[in-house]
């Protein structure tokens, strides 16, 4: 059982285009993270979200975690060849050290 | 700061042998925790470590076995390989309740 769905799973899109990736889930987190990974590196860590209804914006990147604090979405604006990569968001439930993962939005941004 | 490391960065194993992998957790960091990446899969949580003490496990066998020591670097065992065991080890590290982790590169295994 999936307990965090990512959708799209795959995104190839031109530089200059905006993007919405979702991810949802039937539970509630604690908080959630977005990570972005290239191909044979670790995930690296991009934002923490904790209060239903938060916001945060990083340069072209903006993260929202839901009301309910059950789904999250992470929108590019302007998507740049530099943003390929494999984006992965992953919930923790109680402050653990266990991270939920989904199964990740590929995106492919073409010059 | 040096960040997250591990080792070694691949491995290669037969059906049947045992490996040890090897993390480094960012300066300061007490916790620890390991996580199985198959392709085009997200990562699975395989165990925690705070304070040298297991704090979780997930949903593995138990082949899988890791420890952490004094200076919280931590090693993850896995015995009696299978091909299914061929993943992308990742070892995470975190000051404190394991909220926010920062992964190290990982370690690629491939069991022939």
């Known amino acids: 059982t999936q307990l965090l769905e990512q959708s799209p799973q795959f995104l190839s899109i031109q530089e200059g285009e905006n993007l919405t990736v979702y991810c949802n889930s039937s539970s509630v987190f604690s908080s959630l993270q977005w990570y972005r990974q290239e191909p044979g590196e670790g995930p690296v860590l991009l934002v923490t979200?904790?209060?239903?209804?938060e916001v945060k914006k990083l340069k072209r990147l903006t993260f929202q975690f839901g009301d309910a604090r059950k789904d999250s979405s992470l929108h590019i604006t302007a998507a740049q060849p530099g943003d390929t990569g494999l984006y992965l968001c992953a919930g923790n439930r109680g402050n653990t050290g266990k991270l939920i993962f989904g199964q990740g939005t590929t995106l492919q941004v073409k010059p | 700061d040096a960040g997250v490391t591990q080792s070694p960065t691949h491995l290669i194993k037969t059906r049947g042998q045992q490996v040890t992998l090897r993390c480094s957790p960012i300066?300061?960091?007490?916790?620890v925790s390991w996580y199985q990446q198959v392709l085009g899969q997200g990562p699975q949580f395989i165990f925690q470590y705070y304070e040298k003490e297991e704090r979780g496990r997930g949903n593995f066998p138990d082949r899988f076995s890791a420890r952490q020591f004094p200076n919280y670097s931590s090693e993850l065992n896995v015995t009696a390989l299978l091909l299914g065991d061929s993943a992308l080890y990742l070892c995470?590290?975190?000051?404190?309740?394991?909220?926010?982790?920062?992964f190290g590169p990982g370690t690629r295994l491939t069991v022939t």
């Open positions: 995470a590290s975190s000051s404190g309740t394991g909220r926010e982790q920062y």
């Open positions: 979200v904790v209060t239903g209804g």
């Open positions: 300066s300061g960091h007490k916790s």
